[in-house]
């Protein structure tokens, strides 16, 4: 009798603790998945705010090659509506002469015609060409500001309050610890100031070309030359050698560059080579010149020499080639050229030098990209955890608690095990009464190789950019240094 009322004992514990034991690691599977969800949604938050950032770079350049073509295309009327008048005035004299006047007489009146039909035309794209010029501009502002926004929100404000969301929609009952809470937002902070660099492009009266720290010119050449590589064929070159009579070569020439941080501009020209023997020089004789510029406001800006005062303009990306001002125009035709300078917008038709300018452009703004050595990989070295993050991306940490009482062990149930006190109550006995759990979510770049969609056409391993929005989130192992942080020892 006595034997059985112990076993009987011994068994009413045994299933007591069963039920705390099973209640409290419940609790603690709840913690677990709050953890792991709000690490992640954070991280998803944070790669959505990269990827806003790199599409709104790519819609800026995207915006900037249509300035470029939008006033190259302004620029080469000009150059076709001179040409076509001089060679009006010219068929109008070749058609004195005898026999063959009547078929110069004809040529003259078709490029009379040529000539009207392109003051139409320029008259009514002028407006259009300020307005798309305007407009595409301050997408643009709207965009740099919008991104610079969207990142701040997420590491100030947004970030924390997705956290807390996230938990309390999978744990009602659970928080973010005060250290958790601290962490976290250190963490939100740093992935700006420590894994993104703020550009600042230059601003001055004649350009970007001498204002400015080193740093932001080189931030800004960088921006720049991504918008010079961008450009389509028509703005990159508008030279063309295919109109040739035996010794005799039409040469057009033509093209549009960004000479300042905040100035498009393009020249065009057209020239008549005649090919003599050696030792005496071709003869080149200009036929045809036009410009056009985008402009903060008119200051009757010079076309020539062009970009890097005639030198030209260095592509990173082409194995540091050299591409010449405008097509290589002076080169190409240097009379004609020389011309645009003084008469960019159809003298001959009393065109204004002004109306070859587009105002309003405030150019290239500030913008965000990846530090230098962040963002070199997609992955590290499996299970590094002394630091994860390292050339790879920011990590965010989520640490829930929540009372003992929460998980509704036989201590907080009356009527469940003994009184308080009483040899036979189990008390919780949980550090400082919590129950809690962590988890780490991270943001990499990882843009996917093996994908005919996705890959790049030179088959490189492309690293983390704001100009590419290939960024993703993951849940990741908890730096060492952030669970010390925590007060967290691993055994």
């Known amino acids: 009798m006595v034997l059985g009322l112990v076993m009987l004992l011994v068994l009413c514990v045994g299933v007591i603790v069963l039920f705390d034991t099973g209640q409290t690691v419940s609790k603690k599977v709840e913690l677990v998945n709050a953890a792991d969800a709000a690490a992640y949604s954070v991280a998803v938050q944070e790669a959505r705010a990269l990827n806003y950032a790199a ?60 000539g009207q039909a392109l003051k139409g035309i320029r008259r009514a794209y002028h407006g259009v060409a300020q307005a798309a010029v305007s407009a595409l501009d301050m997408l643009n502002g709207a965009l740099a500001t919008s991104s610079r926004t969207i990142l701040d929100a997420v ?26 809470t601290g962490v976290l937002t250190s963490q939100l902070l740093s992935a700006n100031s420590s894994f993104l660099q703020s550009y600042r492009i230059p601003r001055s009266r004649a350009g970007g070309g001498s204002a400015g720290s080193a740093q932001d010119r080189k931030g800004a050449d960088r921006f720049r030359n991504v918008v010079m590589q961008s450009r389509d064929p028509f703005s990159w070159s508008r030279s063309n050698h295919d109109l040739n009579l035996f010794l005799i070569k039409f040469n057009q020439s033509g093209g549009t560059d960004m000479v300042d941080y905040n100035r498009w501009v393009a020249a065009d020209a057209m020239g008549l080579e005649i090919s003599l023997p050696w030792p005496l020089d071709d003869i080149n004789i200009p036929l045809g010149w036009g410009g056009a510029q985008a402009v903060e406001r008119y200051q009757q ?31 190409e035709n240097r009379a004609a050229s020389s011309m645009i300078d003084s008469d960019p917008n159809v003298r001959l038709d009393n065109g204004q030098k002004k109306g070859a300018y587009f105002t309003g452009y405030q150019g290239l703004r500030d913008y965000d990209d990846v530090k230098a050595g962040q963002a070199l990989r997609p992955y590290t070295e499996p299970g590094s955890r002394a630091n994860p993050a ?102």
């Open 390 to 491: 390292s050339n790879t991306g920011p990590i965010f940490t989520v640490h829930v608690e929540t009372d003992v009482a929460k998980a509704r062990t036989s201590a907080a149930i009356d009527g469940i095990g003994g009184p308080a006190g009483s040899p036979m109550a189990l008390e919780d006995k949980a550090a400082g009464g919590k129950i809690s759990a962590y988890a780490s979510g991270q943001v990499y770049f990882n843009r996917p190789p093996n994908y005919a969609l996705f890959k790049r056409g030179d088959n490189r391993l492309e690293v983390g950019n704001l100009f590419s929005p290939y960024w993703q989130a993951r849940l990741t192992d908890t730096p060492n240094s952030v669970e010390a942080l925590l007060g967290i020892t691993r055994l």
């Open 301 to 331: 800006q010079r076309f020539m020499s062009g970009f890097g005062n005639g030198s030209g303009w260095v592509s990173e990306f082409n194995n540091n080639r050299r591409y010449r001002p405008y097509g290589d125009i002076r080169r």
């Open 155 to 180: 590491a100030r404000i947004d970030g924390i309050i997705v956290a807390r969301d996230i938990v309390k929609r999978n744990s009602a009952d659970a928080s973010l610890s005060a250290v958790g």
């Open 55 to 114: 599409y709104a770079n790519r819609a800026r350049v995207a915006n900037e090659v249509a300035i470029a073509q939008v006033i190259g295309l302004y620029s080469w009327m000009n150059q076709f509506h001179t040409t076509s008048i001089v060679l009006e005035k010219v068929m109008s004299v070749l058609a004195k002469i005898p026999y063959v006047g009547p078929i110069f007489q004809a040529l003259s009146s078709v490029f009379k015609a040529i």
